[in-house]
């Protein structure tokens, strides 16, 4: 029977408890944040820990609409809660998850951040977002480093705007001074086929990022990988595997790891829409070196956020 979880908010904090429920509505079980901690860490192979570099949350009452679209074909494997999320990942034995977050239109940048900031915690690595149209953009990325939010999340066909829109020029040069990380959704997108980005467009405004860490997602667009092999060797970006098992297999990412290098590629799922156990299973099923996966999975992520290894 498939169980779900249900947030508890007890001592000002959503992290407290979680509560297993039945699809028909009975408590299965309830389990601590201690026990949380605990199961993932028992469950922990340390010479093969993972970051999840690519994962989506909402609050309960958005995830219910910001998950569901039958656009995409596909089950979804989570429901795009906070709790959820950690219940995968400690069945899945992932170590942290980087939440990428995305303000969808310029009123809405203070909401989305504020749901970043306040998860941002020990099992959680939270990117904030912009809208480069909106006025405080350049205000809103100096708060968030200021903060401790060390990367910035674009959308270009959710948020509705062009990459190389002269209009966002100092969004990046300010991205760039601080030297935060950019993540930017590369290929083509189920709810918004207009303003696409694929490494074309990036090598026309990467210079205005500064040297800046620059991660193109979906391994250059997914669908198209092979395509942008050619050009993303030639650009100073590093990219993650999300959505790759849902639309390949584990002998294409081995060659495009093999192509590209295996410290330029994070491991990524795109929870909830991606699964993260299969994710995790194609590059372990790979042919790829223990070495390489291990950088893909952990080290490289480590090196580019700055965590101890």
Known sequence: MTLYI???????????????????GELESTLSLKQCSAKKSNCLDCSSEII??????????????AVHSPKLGWEFPAD??????????????????????????PNTMKHVNKFAIENNCA??????????????????????????IKG??????HQGFSLEDKQCIPVYKKIGELHMITVIHCGISAKSPLNQVFPKNVSNVIKYFNGAPFVCAHMGGI??????????KELPVMVDTALMAERSTAEDLSNMVRELGA?????????PWGHQKEAIELI????????EQSAILYKNACRLLGLSL
């Open 152 to 157: 910035i999340k674009f959308h270009t066909g």
């Open 263 to 271: 410290d330029r590629v994070l491991f990524g799922s795109d929870l």
């Open 80 to 105: 795009g809660t906070l709790s959820c999320e950690l219940r995968l990942m400690a069945e899945n034995s992932v170590h942290k998850c980087v939440l990428l977050n995305m303000a969808t239109r």
């Open 52 to 65: 999840d570099f690519h994962t989506h949350c909402f609050t309960d009452e958005l995830a219910i609409k």
């Open 123 to 148: 099992d959680f690595i939270s990117f904030g977002s912009v809208h480069p149209f909106s006025d405080n953009a350049v205000h809103e990325i100096e708060r968030l480093y200021s903060i401790g």
């Open 223 to 232: 669908n198209f990988c092979n395509e942008q092999l050619k050009i993303l």
């Open 6 to 24: 249900k947030t508890v908010k007890a001592h000002n904090s959503i992290y407290d408890e979680y509560r297993f429920y039945k699809t028909d």
């Open 284 to 291: 372990k099923n790979s042919c790829l070196t223990k070495e």
